[in-house]
Nanobody, 124 residues
Framework: QLQLVESGGGLVQPGGSLRLSCAAS????????IGWFRQAPGKEREGVSC????????HYADSVKGRFTISMDNAKKTAYLQMNGLKPEDTAIYYC?????????????????WGQGTQVTVSS
C-alpha cells in the first residue's frame, strides 16, 4: 500500500524558510508526477508546484515563483519543497500528492495518492 508522509511544517517569521518533505513508501518511482498543494482557511485548495518524472522539470504557481523550489530524490523516494522568503499569505496546510498515471505536469493530472497535510504558519 503506497503512502505519502509529509513533514517539515511549522511556525516561521515572515522572510523565513522551511523545507517540507514528502516520503513515499511502498512505491518505486519510474513514472510519476509529484505535486504540492495548499489550502488556507476559507479558501479553495490551490496548486503550488509540480515535478514531472518524465523530464525532471519543475513548475510553479506565480504566487511562489522565485521563492519556492521543488525537488525529488529518487533514491530516498522523497520529494521536497524548499520555501524561502515566506509571507503571511503562505500560511496554509500543505499537501503533497502523487500521480502514477501521468509523467508530465499539466492542469489535467489526476492524483492517486495524497499526504495527510502539514501546517505552515507565517507570522511575527
Amino acid at each position: 500500500q503506497l503512502q505519502l508522509v509529509e513533514s517539515g511544517g511549522g511556525l516561521v517569521q515572515p522572510g523565513g524558510s522551511l523545507r517540507l518533505s514528502c516520503a513515499a513508501s511502498g512505491f518505486f518511482l519510474d513514472y510519476y508526477v509529484i505535486g504540492w498543494f495548499r489550502q488556507a482557511p476559507g479558501k479553495e485548495r490551490e496548486g503550488v508546484s509540480c515535478f514531472s518524472g518524465g523530464d525532471k522539470s519543475a513548475h510553479y504557481a506565480d504566487s511562489v515563483k522565485g521563492r519556492f523550489t521543488i525537488s525529488m530524490d529518487n533514491a530516498k523516494k522523497t520529494a521536497y519543497l524548499q520555501m524561502n522568503g515566506l509571507k503571511p499569505e503562505d500560511t496554509a496546510i500543505y499537501y503533497c500528492a502523487l500521480s502514477r498515471s501521468y509523467n508530465y505536469c499539466s492542469n489535467y493530472v489526476e492524483y492517486d495518492y495524497w499526504g495527510q497535510g502539514t501546517q505552515v504558519t507565517v507570522s511575527s
